[in-house]
C-alpha cells in the first residue's frame, strides 16, 4: 500500500481511539472540574461498563442488534446510579478531602475489581457487533494531470468503527449542550467554581456531586459499551483506560472539559499513526513523554486555566 | 426579622465570634462595625450557615436559620454578597445573575428589576465574570444577591477599594433594598458611609458586643466610641 492511503488507515484507527478516550476523559474531567475528586476507580467504572454490556447482550438474547442497544441505553444508567451512591456513602463521608478520596477510590477500585472477578470470573468474554460491514474507502491519486478517485486494496474500515467514532461525537455535542445550555449544567459550573458560594445561593452541592460522580462514571461505562465489541470484556480492563485518561486530563488541563477532548484528539491520532508506522509501545513511550513535557513546560495543562 | 442569639462561631477549634446578639429590622440598614479581626466577616458567614455554630442560634421571622443545611438558607430570603465578591468568574453576567433567578424561580421579574437598579449590567450581560472592572463587578455580586429578592441582605464590604461614583451606586443600591423592606446589615469601614446609611450600629471587638447605637446617637454624642470602633 502507498503511503498516502496507509496513512489514511492509521488516522482512522487513531480516531477511533480519540473517541473513546475523549468520552471517557471527558467523565474524569468532569469530575475533577467539579468536585476537586481525583477518581482513582474511573477505569473500573469503565471495566464495569464492559462487562454488564455483556451480561445485558447475553439475557437479552437473540439478534445482537437488540443486546447491544439494551447494553447502550442501560448500562451507563446503572454504573451512573452505583457511581452516586459510591459518592453519597463514601466521598459525602470524608467531606472530599483531597487526600482521602485518592485513598478511597483506590479501595473502590480494588472492590469493583475482585467482585468481578467473583462473579464474572477472569475469561475476556467478547460481545457480538449489532452490524460489522466492511466499509471500503477512497483514496485519490494525479493521473493525465487531474485527481482521480481510487479504492486501493486494504483501505476499509469496519462500520461498527464509524458508528462508535460518530456516535462518540454525538455524546460529545450532547454533553457540552448539557454544561452549556441547561440549568443542571449551569448549577454545576457554578458549583465548579466556587463551592461555598454555591450553597450561599442555594445550590444542593451534595447532590450536585453526586450527579456529576454518576455523569462521570456514566460517561465511562458508555465508552465501554461502544468498544466492547471490538476488545472483549475483561476484569482488568480498567487499568489502560485510566492510565490515558490521566495523561489526556493532565495535557488538556485538569478540570478542563474542551482541553479533555482536544488531548484525546492528540493522543488518540498518535497513537493511531504511531502504532500504524512503528509500534504501540512507542506510541504509549510519546503519550508517556507528552505529559512529562507538558507537566515541566505547561504544568495547567495545553489548554488549563491557572486556576485549574 | 434576622435574629441573632448569644451566637458563637469560629473556624475549627479557633473560636472568633464569642456570644454575639442582635437584631436587624425590615427597611432599616444595621452597620456592623470593627476593627480588623473583630468578627464581622465571621458573623455574616454564621448567619449563612457557612460556619457552624458553637453555640446559640440564628433566626429570621421565626425560622431557625441555623438547623438548617446551608445551601437551604437562601431559600428563607436571605441574600449574601460576601467580602472579595466571590463571583463564579468563568460565568458571564447573565449566567451569574441566573444562578439567583434559576434556584428560586424568581424568573425574568427579579432580573429586570436589577438590571433597573444597575443598568451598566445590561451592557455586560455575555461578558465573562472575571473580566469586569472591579465596581462592575460589586454590582455584579449585589445584583446575583438581589436576584433572590431577599428579606435580608448581608453585605459585606461592598464599598472596599472602589472609586466614588461606583462606591455611589453601591449605596444607592442598599438604600433602594431598605426603601423595598429588606433588612440589611452592612460590614462598612467608613465613617461618611455609616452616617449616611445606618439606622443602626452593632460595634464587635475581638468577637464580643461592644454595644450598639442607633441612628440618633449616632449623629449626638457616642460619635467618637464609634469612631474608636473602627478598622484601621
Redesign the interface.
Known amino acids: 500500500m502507498d503511503f498516502g492511503p496507509y496513512l489514511m488507515l492509521a488516522i482512522m484507527e487513531g480516531a477511533l481511539t480519540a473517541a473513546v478516550l475523549a468520552l471517557t476523559a471527558s467523565g474524569l474531567a468532569l469530575v475533577f472540574g467539579v468536585m476537586r475528586v481525583v477518581n482513582v476507580a474511573h477505569g473500573e467504572f469503565f471495566m464495569l461498563g464492559a462487562v454488564l454490556a455483556w451480561w445485558v447482550s447475553q439475557l437479552a438474547g437473540g439478534s445482537p442488534v437488540w443486546g447491544f442497544l439494551l447494553a447502550l441505553c442501560v448500562v451507563p444508567l446503572l454504573v451512573g446510579v452505583l457511581a452516586a451512591a459510591v459518592d453519597m456513602t463514601i466521598l459525602k463521608r470524608i467531606n472530599y478531602d483531597p487526600e482521602r478520596t485518592i485513598v478511597a477510590t483506590i479501595g473502590i477500585l480494588y472492590i469493583l475489581q475482585q467482585v468481578t472477578l467473583m462473579t464474572y470470573g477472569p475469561e475476556a468474554r467478547p460481545v457480538a457487533p449489532p452490524f460489522n460491514t466492511r466499509v471500503a474507502l477512497p483514496w485519490f491519486e494525479m493521473s493525465n494531470g487531474a485527481l482521480q478517485l481510487y479504492w486501493p486494496w486494504g483501505l476499509s474500515i469496519t462500520s461498527y468503527k464509524l458508528f462508535v467514532i460518530g456516535a462518540a461525537c454525538v455524546v460529545l455535542l450532547g454533553l457540552w449542550a448539557l454544561m452549556t445550555q441547561t ?1 443542571l449544567g ?2 454545576m ?2 458549583t465548579e ?2 463551592r ?10 451534595q447532590r450536585v456531586y453526586a450527579i456529576a460522580f454518576g455523569l462521570g462514571a456514566g460517561m465511562a461505562a458508555l465508552a465501554a459499551v461502544l468498544i466492547v465489541p471490538i476488545q472483549q470484556a475483561h476484569y482488568l480492563m480498567g487499568g489502560d483506560p485510566l492510565l490515558l485518561s490521566f495523561i489526556v486530563v493532565i495535557i488538556g488541563g485538569l478540570g478542563s472539559l474542551p482541553g479533555a477532548i482536544l488531548a484525546a484528539l492528540l493522543i488518540g491520532l498518535s497513537d493511531g499513526i504511531i502504532s500504524v508506522f512503528f509500534s504501540p509501545t512507542l506510541a504509549k513511550i510519546f503519550a508517556t513523554l507528552l505529559v512529562a513535557f507538558v507537566l515541566v513546560f505547561r504544568p495547567n495543562g495545553l489548554w488549563g ?1 491557572r486556576n485549574s | 426579622m434576622l435574629k441573632l442569639e448569644t451566637v458563637s462561631a469560629g473556624y475549627g477549634a479557633a473560636q472568633v465570634l464569642r456570644g454575639v446578639s442582635f437584631e436587624a429590622h425590615p427597611g432599616q440598614i444595621l452597620c456592623l462595625v470593627g476593627r480588623n479581626g473583630a468578627g464581622k466577616s465571621t458573623t455574616m458567614k454564621a448567619i449563612m450557615g457557612l460556619l457552624p455554630l458553637m453555640e446559640g442560634r440564628v433566626l429570621c421571622d421565626g425560622a431557625v436559620l441555623s438547623d438548617l443545611p446551608p445551601h437551604k438558607v437562601p431559600a428563607l430570603g436571605v441574600g449574601y454578597v460576601p467580602q472579595g465578591r466571590r463571583l463564579f468568574g468563568a460565568l458571564t453576567v447573565a449566567e451569574n445573575l441566573a444562578v439567583g433567578c434559576l434556584t428560586f424561580g424568581k424568573g425574568n421579574a427579579a432580573l429586570d428589576e436589577v438590571l433597573e437598579v444597575f443598568p451598566r449590567l445590561k451592557e455586560r450581560l455575555a461578558q465573562r465574570a472575571n473580566t469586569l472592572s472591579g465596581g462592575e463587578q460589586q454590582m455584579l455580586a449585589m445584583g446575583r444577591a438581589m436576584c433572590l429578592r431577599p428579606k435580608v441582605l448581608l453585605l459585606d464590604e461592598p464599598t472596599e477599594g472602589l472609586q466614588p461614583s461606583m462606591v455611589a451606586a453601591i449605596r444607592s443600591a442598599a438604600d433602594h433594598m431598605r426603601q423595598q423592606g429588606a433588612a440589611v446589615v452592612l460590614v462598612e469601614q467608613r465613617l461618611d458611609a455609616i452616617t449616611a446609611l445606618a439606622d443602626q450600629v452593632v460595634m464587635l471587638e475581638n468577637g464580643h458586643l461592644r454595644g450598639t447605637l442607633t441612628r440618633s446617637q449616632l449623629m449626638t454624642e457616642d460619635r467618637g466610641l464609634l469612631e474608636a470602633h473602627l478598622g484601621v
Do not use: C, N, S, W
Open positions: 440549568k449551569l448549577l459550573r457554578a467554581q466556587d461555598e458560594m454555591a450553597h450561599a445561593f442555594g445550590i444542593p452541592v486555566t
